[in-house]
Nanobody
Framework: QVQLVESGGGLVQPGGSLRLSCAAS????????MGWYRQAPGKQREVVAT???????NYADFVKGRFTISRDNTKNTVYLQMKSLQPEDTAVYYC???????????????WGQGTQVTVSS
């Protein structure tokens, strides 16, 4: 089994920063693309940023210049550094990763349970 566990969410004032982490564990053979999504109340889940196994990144327009995605393959971890946070960034943030498991050598997309980010004064 594979688990993704996010951490680092919380309450922050407008203009503040947070760093989210997502660590994968389990019978992992290899990682491929990883990413962060978010879902605000009453809205659909939307992509925030993605990173390939080679380190190529893509960002949603609404976070460009403010958020940075990175990964540490030695720790099976993906990060999201968020700066200049605004109330509209309030959402549950989810990480996802395409992982090939040891037992089957079959790849699938896995999701974390989500971490709440609230931006409010």
């Amino acid at each position: 089994q594979v688990q993704l566990v996010e951490s680092g969410g919380g309450l922050v004032q407008p203009g503040g920063s947070l760093r989210l982490s997502c660590a994968a564990s389990g019978s992992i053979f290899s990682f491929y693309d990883m990413g962060w999504y978010r879902q605000a109340p009453g809205k659909q889940r939307e992509v925030v940023a993605t990173i390939t196994s080679g380190g190529n990144t893509n960002y949603a327009d609404f976070v460009k210049g403010r958020f940075t995605i990175s990964r540490d393959n030695t720790k099976n971890t993906v990060y999201l550094q968020m700066k200049s946070l605004q109330p509209e960034d309030t959402a549950v943030y989810y990480c996802t990763a395409h992982i090939v498991v040891v037992t089957t050598r079959y790849g699938d997309d896995y999701w974390g349970q989500g971490t709440q980010v609230t931006v409010s004064s």
